[in-house]
């Protein structure tokens, strides 16, 4: 069997990929937590940031493919663990001829100038799309036979999303909950993302690919994920504006997705569609 190195695999994403590609039962599949431990057979606890510690780790696992999908936006230190955490992993992937899938973000853009193509110059306006952006950069000009991804919001129901949860506990509490009907993003669902993944690290696939759902603004798409769930939306729900607010995000984040469609026999499925296959799917213990 071919051997897969997963980043984070304690993360959301990396959880899911994790299961499907041991179900897949094609891969010798090694994933790796920081904080959290996670109760897989070869779980690996690694510091990203530790360029001796991947080193290492490269020379134990000896991956054939490594998808590199762990350090998000949870924190300010996870936000400066991004670039040291891309150059170790792309450094063991080149020591060890491994194929790199480096996992990046829709907020490498503005929110300005959508829609946003492989070939869209990115223009960061945090420091989070800042650090997937300069991470992009490194690798690309270093490893041009990478490939990195670019998934819009990744949600899903079993478990739900970190932002599904906010938005259920607000309505559960009876707390103000405001989603934006001028922020758009083209969320897609965790199972799609992991299996694309999957598909992915089989392919010869180079340089960069949108992974992501039809564009929808977050009040719609918190309803619909509300709709599905089969929780009403209460009082305390409201439509709002990114300009109300005052707060400083991209607003319209719709990707161009056609080269995925086009490339990936892994179907992207809309939030009904996601959700009935959710459903369809066996219940685990
Ligand atoms: N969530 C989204 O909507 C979204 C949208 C677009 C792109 N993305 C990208 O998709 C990927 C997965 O996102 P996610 O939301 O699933 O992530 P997540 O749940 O926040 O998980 C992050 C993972 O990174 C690990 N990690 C953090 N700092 C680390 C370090 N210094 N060394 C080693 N591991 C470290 C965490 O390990 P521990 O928990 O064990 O500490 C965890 O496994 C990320 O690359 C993110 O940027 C996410």
């Not at 959290?36 to 057979?41: K, L, S, V």
């Not at 955490?85 to 480096?102: K, P, Q, S, Y």
């Not at 009040?219 to 504006?241: E, Q, Y």
Request: proline residues 8%.
């Amino acid at each position: 069997m071919k051997r897969l190195l997963i980043t984070g695999g304690s993360g959301y994403l990396g959880a899911r990929l994790t299961a499907l590609a041991d179900e897949a039962g094609a891969w010798e599949v090694t994933p790796t937590f920081l904080a959290n431990p996670i109760p897989h057979p070869a779980a690996t606890r690694a510091d990203l940031r530790d360029r001796e510690a991947v080193a290492a780790l490269g020379r134990r696992v000896r991956p054939d493919v490594i998808i590199h999908q762990g350090v998000s936006n949870r924190s300010d230190e996870h936000v400066a663990a991004i670039v040291p955490a891309a150059r170790h992993i792309m450094d063991a992937a080149i020591a060890t001829g491994a194929r790199l899938i480096h996992v990046s973000t829709d907020l490498v853009f503005d929110g300005e100038h959508p829609p946003y193509s492989e070939q869209s110059p990115v223009a960061p306006v945090n420091p989070y799309g800042a650090a997937k952006a300069y991470a992009e950069g490194l690798i690309a000009g270093a490893m041009p036979e990478a490939l990195i991804v670019r998934p819009s919001l990744i949600y899903g129901f079993g478990p739900v999303d970190k932002q599904t949860a906010w938005l259920l506990d607000g309505v559960r509490r009876g707390q103000p909950v405001r989603l934006f009907t001028d922020e758009i993003r083209c969320p897609v669902w965790v199972d799609t993302l992991a299996l694309a993944l999957l598909e992915l690290a089989e392919s010869k696939l180079t340089g960069v690919l949108n992974i992501a759902g039809p564009p929808l603004n977050r009040w719609d798409f918190g309803m619909k994920m509300l709709a599905c769930l089969g929780v009403p939306p209460g009082p305390t729900v409201a439509r709002s504006t990114i300009a109300e607010s005052g707060l400083q995000r991209p607003a319209d984040l719709t990707m161009d997705a056609s080269k995925a469609r086009r490339l990936l026999r892994t179907h992207i499925l809309t939030v009904e569609e996601a959700f009935a296959a959710h459903c369809a799917q066996p219940r685990r213990p």
